[in-house]
């Protein structure tokens, strides 16, 4: 089995600061996905990427930048963080991108004060 | 409006009993289905996915699909306190995971 890594698990920012998430996966998986879990709102993609240096925009991409250097490592940057914003950010991965079941990190909380 | 809606928002069983969560979608087009848990302070684990008509089964699990009303479910038979959680339903139209859209979720409380 592998695991899916993610840091910091909590991060607590000021309004207008960038933030960066960082996320790891050992399965050697080639698909590697961020998603926004907001409470009541389900969860929401923000971007994804089919192999190392490749990223593809979700739902909710405005606001935040992403980079997959490496096959083992997506990162995401929340631009410019907003006041009062909280959620939970969960980093995932796939085998492929058809059909796949989807293996979740634990999940970083971001706090904006 | 939501693509993938599911119900009840919240359901609560005893010890053992059976548990049904529903998920509905509203697009047409949407042809596979995954059922996902999540514990609190923990991402979501999937438990089974269907893309066929009819019934999976994988243990205590059953899911049900029918494509004609485009309806999924799962019941959790014989449920169990670590059952308790939330469920998200998620499809897809092509299969293409980085299209996947996920309800808001079901808790479900199973009481001892």
């Known amino acids: 089995g592998g695991i899916i890594t993610q840091t910091p698990k909590f991060l607590i920012g000021q309004e207008g600061q960038k933030l960066t998430l960082k996320c790891q996966q050992n399965?050697?998986?080639?698909?590697m996905y961020w998603y926004r879990q907001d409470s009541g709102k389900g969860l929401r993609l923000i971007y994804y990427s089919i192999t190392e240096n490749d990223l593809q925009k979700g739902d909710l991409s405005e606001g935040y930048d992403a980079s997959r250097e490496k096959k083992s490592s997506f990162s995401l940057t929340v631009t410019s963080a907003q006041k009062n914003e909280m959620a939970v950010f969960l980093c995932?991965?796939?085998?492929?991108?058809?059909?796949?079941?989807?293996?979740f990190g634990s999940g970083t909380r971001l706090t904006v004060l | 409006q939501q693509k993938v809606q599911q119900s009840p928002e919240s359901l609560s069983v005893p010890e053992g009993g059976m548990a049904s969560l529903n998920c509905t979608s509203s697009?047409?087009?949407?042809?596979y289905f995954w059922w996902y848990r999540q514990h609190s302070g923990e991402g979501p684990k999937a438990l089974m996915?269907?893309?066929?008509?009819g019934d999976k089964k994988e243990g205590r699990f059953t899911a049900h699909l029918n494509k004609a009303s485009l309806h999924v479910s799962l019941h959790i038979r014989d449920s169990q306190p670590s059952d308790s959680a939330l469920y998200f339903c998620a499809a897809t139209i092509t299969g293409n995971t980085g299209k996947l859209i996920f309800g808001l979720g079901t808790t479900l409380q199973v009481q001892p």
């Open positions: 996915s269907i893309f066929s008509d």
């Open positions: 697009d047409r087009n949407f042809q």
């Open positions: 399965f050697n998986h080639d698909t």
């Open positions: 995932a991965s796939s085998i492929g991108q058809f059909a796949e079941t989807l293996y």
